[in-house]
């Protein structure tokens, strides 16, 4: 997306490893960063999810944090399976209602 | 399954043609989005509904509209259509207006092949 930058492209870890995907935005007024995953042949679907209020947010084995100042947000997978495996995308949206995702992250969990 | 439904799954048409493409949210959401996912431009936010009226725009070309009809669906329109314009086109729809305060919930998309 024009406002989202996303890194890195592909990421290939070992099962059980960790999993980092991390998102920069240029848009001050974004106050809501959502994660979704999009498994082959689907439509995204939210994994997780942070408001500007927050610092960080935690779902089990999932985890984002938001550096506000710095204007970047982290998604954090912790003892990666390979169902984790897909294609992650970042996003963010304002009050005014604009919404931009990432350009994603194709993650590969080998067995 | 979301509770999105569009149809059709795939559609296959060639250059100057024009095709709809339609959406059904869930039930009780009030909110519909198109996006537009294609290989080189990942996802690209189109266009925003909310209880039949348009509430925002996105990158969406002068050649492609959409509405939002009484009982909530939507349809995108898509015209004289190029074929830089195949692509997997998502609908998602929300509870609310803000996107700032409520999940999208997506359907499962339309794949547009334009020969």
């Known amino acids: 997306g024009e406002n989202v930058e996303q890194h890195p492209s592909t990421l290939s870890v070992q099962e059980g490893d960790s999993a980092v995907i991390k998102c920069t935005y240029s848009?001050?007024?974004?106050?809501?960063f959502p994660w979704y995953k999009q498994e082959l042949g689907k439509g995204p679907q939210l994994i997780i999810d942070i408001r500007s209020n927050v610092g960080e947010k935690k779902d089990q084995r999932i985890a984002v944090t938001l550096n506000k100042t710095a204007k970047h947000f982290s998604l954090h997978i912790t003892e990666t399976q390979p169902e984790d495996s897909a294609v992650y995308f970042c996003?963010?949206?304002?009050?005014?209602?604009?919404?931009?995702f990432g350009s994603g992250t194709k993650l590969n969990v080998k067995p | 399954d979301s509770g999105v439904t569009q149809t059709p799954k795939h559609l296959i048409t060639a250059t100057g043609q024009r095709v709809t493409l339609r959406c059904s949210p869930r039930s009780g959401d009030l909110s519909v989005y198109w996006y537009q996912q294609s290989l080189d431009q990942g996802l690209q936010f189109l266009i925003q509904?909310?209880?039949?009226?348009?509430?925002a725009k996105g990158n969406i070309l002068e050649r492609f509209s959409a509405q939002q009809f009484p009982d909530l669906h939507s349809e995108l329109n898509l015209s004289s259509l190029e074929l830089g314009d195949s692509a997997l086109y998502f609908c998602a729809s929300s509870v609310s207006a803000a996107t700032s305060y409520n999940e999208q919930f997506f359907g499962p998309g339309t794949r547009l092949t334009v020969l």
């Open positions: 848009d001050s007024a974004s106050n809501y």
């Open positions: 996003a963010e949206g304002n009050n005014f209602n604009k919404f931009y």
């Open positions: 509904y909310y209880n039949g009226e348009e509430r």
